[in-house]
């Protein structure tokens, strides 16, 4: 499926579900996640591997990375992160989720991964919501409960440059 019959899948199923918004080149993330599992399993294994853009929300209560993430993040530092190489922090579909109702997002180690993390961390400590817009690729994975299949999923995203506190353009 090419990249532009993948944006108009994405807009069409944007429209059909009411409570998401289309800002600019990105699509919520409530789009194809409730409560950190796939929407829709169909919709999300036809993404498997593609570049998609989402907005939604930092979870605070899932920062992870390496002991350089450790001291920045102190107290909301949740664990090691999956390699040497990379962070996670974990993205909810929707402001209000409690912590957990997200899927992760793995980003490369750079240059502006603490920054970054810094102003997770500020708003973490003031109680408010880090909203952002995250370029990446989106991959489903079963996940088995004990009343039903579900469908994971996870985004790996190449530079903390790909995530924006403001969508590009954004003149606030």
């Not at 999956?82 to 962070?87: I, K, N, Q, Y």
Request: charged share 25%; aromatic share 10%; net charge negative.
């Amino acid at each position: 499926m090419n990249k532009y019959a993948i944006l108009i899948l994405l807009v069409v199923m944007t429209c059909l579900v009411g409570c998401n918004r289309q800002i600019g080149d990105y699509t919520a993330a409530s789009s194809i996640s409730k409560d950190g599992f796939a929407r829709d399993e169909q919709q999300i294994r036809k993404l498997q591997g593609e570049e998609i853009k989402l907005w939604g929300f930092v979870d605070h209560s899932n920062l992870y990375g390496d002991a350089g993430v450790k001291t920045i993040l102190g107290d909301w530092w949740s664990g090691d992160g999956p390699d040497a190489s990379t962070w996670r922090f974990n993205l909810k579909a929707d402001e209000n989720d409690v912590a957990g109702d997200s899927f992760p997002v793995y980003v490369l180690n750079d240059q502006g991964r603490d920054d970054l993390l810094r102003l997770f961390l500020a708003d973490a400590q003031a109680q408010r919501s880090t909203k952002v817009f995250v370029t990446g690729r989106i991959f489903p994975f079963d996940a088995p409960t004990n009343v039903a299949s579900l469908t994971g999923l996870y985004m790996e995203v190449q530079s903390s440059n790909d995530i924006l506190l403001e969508p590009p353009g954004d003149d606030k």
